[in-house]
């Protein structure tokens, strides 16, 4: 993952700077150090306003200037204006009434306060007000037109909600501020680009940027723990940098694969997300179904409290996995009728059945159907799990092709068999291994995932190549 240089502008604002200034040269801090005669200097300003006045791109960039010095010039009709690393503390009032202005650079000077004569400016699309000393972003700005916005390195602490009305804003960087929460209207700019918000004091960031169509995005060195698991709709995303922050989901050794193994964490998770809301619905018992006193009183509140239920035929016991401490009431020695006992085995067996996916997924990193069953019936991924946790256990597995996309019985058999005689030679215990129908005609769900978890248990070694699916 790239660091992003964070002063000055990237992306569409450097394309704009580089056609707005190509010809004009750039300051260098080397020459300014050099003692220049006054007069020397005088020509030189006076040279840079007239050809302001002629060309319409007035560049006063890099003279310490404290006084806006074109007074005695008609530069109203200038289009672009750079009024950079000067010593300027407001914004040239004189400068707001240039209504064709496009593209307006005061980066590097001592602005504390973004006037609202700004808004004469109804033509600005470019505005860099960057290494000033803003505390504040004035809601009014946002009624100009702007496509690049750089107000980095100021004193920002807060970004105001009217930030929703730049629909055209392309670019924004507030890199370098004190901004503890983005505001939400964020997740209106639907023109966006790239977004820079390096260096702050976030600790959350906000869902609605997952509705962006954001290219770039930079949210390095601040206090955020978790990337929002929406955040895998960003698919046009290309760079993204995420480096010294306290990463806990993705963890930080993923995060330091990149972006492909984000994004592969974040639709493994919303998957798991969805299995385990699945995992609650209890199955259709058709007329044996629980009466409603009992399902509202004890079933209700052990499954909202993300337990595990286990019943005998007539005692009742809870136990959770989340806080072994967990106590309630209802829980000790319950008499229930067999409803209830059947009702609790169900949902013992899709826990099991969610585990064992959750783990062929993990380990394959691939995405199973809600079907589990049907997807390993035909033992082409258990075969690759093999492989995967000890290269070439199974020398030849039967894949679908385009032509045949179903194996025959016979082929998903020998898939099957193949498999097991690895779990075998791998070191498998006998009685946690599954039989052949189990897998064949989905008989055993359980079982395949007790074979499964005692596979994964396995001390795997490191493959040159892993096989593929």
Not at 121 to 149: A, D, E, G
Not at 165 to 172: G, I, R, S, V
Not at 329 to 356: G, R
Request: hydrophobic residues 40%.
């Amino acid at each position: 993952m790239k660091m992003a240089a964070s002063q000055g502008a990237v992306g569409p604002a450097t394309a704009l700077q580089g056609q707005h200034y190509l010809n004009v040269a750039h300051w260098n801090p080397g020459v300014m150090q050099q003692q220049q005669h006054p007069l020397h200097t005088a020509r030189s300003l006076e040279r840079a306003l007239e050809d302001a006045v002629c060309s319409g791109m007035l560049n006063i960039s890099g003279r310490k200037l404290r006084d806006y010095p074109g007074l005695n010039y008609d530069l109203t009709d200038t289009t672009q204006a750079d009024l950079s690393k000067n010593r300027f503390c407001e914004i040239p009032p004189e400068v707001c009434m240039f209504a064709p202005l496009e593209s307006l650079n005061l980066y590097h000077n001592c602005i504390k306060v973004v006037p609202e004569a700004i808004i004469n400016l109804q033509m600005l699309t470019y505005l860099n007000i960057s290494r000033n000393q803003l505390s504040v972003l004035p809601k009014f700005l946002f009624n100009l037109p702007l496509k690049v916005l750089v107000v980095s390195n100021n004193k920002l602490l807060s970004i105001p909600e009217e930030i929703g009305k730049a629909k055209d804003l392309m670019e924004l960087d507030i890199s370098c501020n004190e901004i503890q929460v983005l505001p939400t209207q964020m997740g209106k700019l639907l023109a966006l680009r790239e977004l820079n918000i390096r260096r702050n004091c976030l600790q959350v960031l906000p869902d609605e940027l997952s509705d962006l169509p954001l290219i770039r995005l930079d949210f390095s060195c601040n206090k955020i723990t978790e990337i929002p698991i929406s955040y895998r709709k960003l698919k046009q995303l290309q760079h993204i940098v995420l480096d010294n922050n306290p990463m806990q989901s993705p963890p930080a050794q993923i995060c330091l694969k990149g972006k492909i193994h984000i994004f592969k964490y974040l639709n493994l998770q919303a998957c798991r997300l969805d299995k385990k809301t699945d995992t609650l619905d209890l199955p259709s018992l058709g007329k044996r179904c629980l009466p409603q006193q009992l399902t509202d009183r004890y079933l209700q509140p052990c499954l909202s409290s993300s337990c595990l239920c286990y019943f005998s035929k007539h005692t009742y016991i809870l136990t959770t996995t989340i806080d072994s401490t967990f106590r309630a009431p209802y829980c000790q020695h319950l008499f229930v009728s067999d409803q209830v006992f059947l009702a609790a085995q169900m949902i013992h067996i899709k826990h099991n059945v969610c585990v064992c996916s959750q783990n062929l997924e993990s380990r394959l990193k691939v995405l199973l159907p809600d079907d589990v069953g049907a997807a390993l019936m035909d033992g082409v991924v258990l075969c690759h799990l093999a492989n995967h946790i000890r290269p070439r256990s199974v020398a030849s597995i039967h894949v679908p092709s385009p032509a045949v996309p179903k194996l025959s019985m016979a082929k998903c058999r020998r898939n099957v068999e193949n498999f097991l005689d690895a779990c075998k030679k791998l070191g498998v215990p006998q009685d946690k291994l599954c039989l052949p129908h189990h897998i064949l005609e989905e008989r055993g769900l359980v079982k395949v995932g007790v074979t499964v978890q005692a596979l994964l248990e396995l001390p795997s070694s490191k493959p040159n190549q892993l096989s593929t699916i």
